[in-house]
């Protein structure tokens, strides 16, 4: 499964280029990574990774649509330009909401590791994967507050991997925090020249 990993990673590092850069064309990159690390942690018994890379490939289409859809016309129809889907906050109403469906979705997840599976690492396998279905929800949303969210599952993560001995994932993980952080940044910067 090494070369699955490898080309998971480098799938993985262009997906962060494209995300930093709050391109559109992050969702084909994000088609891609979860069909290879579906495989990847079936191998490493990480059954949660394992299902939300499924999730990861279902809200991918519905990012791609959502952004899409959010483009608008601009009033130059002659030169046929668009805007790009605006970034914005996450509202303030919504964080209590947030906070409750993640831990609902740890304690059901971890649950059913638990009861159903083998897994060495059902609570913090649980952890990073209901963190996760909220930040990439919350990034099809394209809510600036994704970043943080992101920072904080991708610390863990590579943690998580060095623990079950996927280096090459948990390299890109200790990448992917560092960047969540600057890609906070960048995405305040383009709040703020939009």
Same mark, same amino acid.
């Given at each position: ?6 080309? @998971? ?29 579906? +495989? ?29 859809? @959010? ?8 030169? @046929? ?42 609570? +913090? ?57 600057? @890609? ?11």
């Amino acid at each position: 499964m090494n070369y699955l990993e490898i080309i @998971g990673t480098i799938v993985g590092l262009i997906y962060l280029w494209l995300e930093y850069k709050a391109s559109i064309w992050l969702w084909v990159a994000n088609v891609i990574m979860p069909a290879i690390y579906v +495989m990847v942690y079936y191998e490493a018994g990480l059954y949660a990774d394992f299902g939300i890379s499924i999730y990861y490939l279902l809200v991918s289409f519905y990012g791609m649509f959502y952004w899409w859809k @959010g483009r608008k016309r601009s009033s130059n129809r002659q030169m @046929g330009k668009t805007e790009e889907l605006p970034i914005t906050h996450a509202p303030a109403r919504l964080w209590a909401q947030l906070v409750i469906v993640s831990v609902a979705l740890l304690v059901l997840i971890a649950f059913i590791l638990i009861q159903y599976t083998d897994s060495t690492v059902p609570w +913090m396998d649980s952890l990073t994967t209901a963190l996760s279905i909220v930040a990439m929800w919350m990034l099809a949303r394209k809510y600036v507050e994704q970043w943080l969210v992101w920072v904080v599952v991708d610390a863990i993560s590579a943690g998580l991997y060095v623990y079950k001995e996927l280096y090459f994932t948990a390299g890109l993980y200790v990448l992917y925090t560092v960047i969540a952080y600057f @890609g906070y940044k960048e995405w305040r910067r383009l709040m703020k020249n939009a």
